[in-house]
């Protein structure tokens, strides 16, 4: 199968890009270098440069003997698309339907989305199984289900099937230090950990420490991305057995703290790492850990890589030669 990973450049698509790969896969990468670097691109795998908003370029990419893609080009900063849903509107919609049409025009009908965990809004109940209420708490998950949707639709009437992956928390980098990309100005927990602890930023805010949980600190379901990718080299195989589209979560239903991913850190590197309790975030639910078995039992998926050791462990590799 030949496949193009469209944000095969970024943190999530270069792991993706490598599973591909060790499935045997032929790889075309289409990627901006908006947020994505060229020190996450595979020899193996083919690149071009273009932009999904450049509906030429993303059909003429389309039409290289293309089997099936991997969209995961995007905009993924929760707090920036409530402060500025044009972008996100742009780049995860407009961008989103040329990528459908411009697959539609050229006959590829296998699609692997990057979804999210944020469609569903804060928990009713947990761990989250792909029929909770979807209710986004931002413009970011709106996004994300409503490209879904769209991928419903073109089922339906242009017979296009998909997988789409709701990620839970995407952590670690690849064992064997195969991706060198740190993602610049990171927003997440974990690399905002890892910052503080070689001294690039003076300490780690916790965001609230009076949540009804364990030790008050939110709690959620952090995947090694090793992990995350194998699930799209699976799911394009199920589809090529003739699969019907499927929804499915990508997580552990483990849950970690804040505080505990801080003091485990701590013990893995053997460094302290300064931190501090803050006020709540706005929107932040207590606690999210996800229901897999879905995807284990379509995929046969499992989390293979995600213990808090590995997944600290990879990515201090990374981070240590720092400062
Ligand atoms: N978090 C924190 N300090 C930070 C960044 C994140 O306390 O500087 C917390 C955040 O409130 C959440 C968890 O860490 O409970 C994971 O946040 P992240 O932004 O990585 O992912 P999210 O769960 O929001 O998708």
Known sequence: MHILVIGGAGYIG???????????????????????????????ADFIKGDILNYDEILTAMKQNVDGIVLLAGKKAVGESMENPMKYALNNINGVINVLNAA???????????????????????????????????????????TERFLKWYDQLKGVKFVSLRYFNAVGYDEAGDVRGLEKNPQNLLPIVMEAAVGIRDKVNI?????????????????????LATAHAQALEYLERGGQSQILNLGTSQGSSVLEMILKTEEVIGRKVPYEFAPRRAGDPAIVTAKADKAREVLGWKAEHSSLDNIIRSTWNLYKDLK
């Open 104 to 146: 539609t025009e050229a006959g590829v009908k296998k699609v692997i989305f990057s979804s999210s965990a944020s469609v569903y809004g804060t928990p009713q109940y947990y761990p989250l199984d792909e029929k909770h209420p979807e209710n986004p708490m931002s413009f970011y998950g709106f996004t994300k289900l409503e």
């Open 14 to 44: 270069s792991h993706v890009v490598k599973a591909l790969l060790g499935h045997k896969m032929k790889v075309t990468v289409f990627d901006n270098l908006s947020t994505g670097t060229e020190l996450n691109l595979f020899k193996e």
């Open 207 to 227: 965001f609230g420490n009076d949540y009804d949980t364990k030790d008050g600190t939110c709690i959620r379901d952090y995947i090694h991305v090793t992990d």
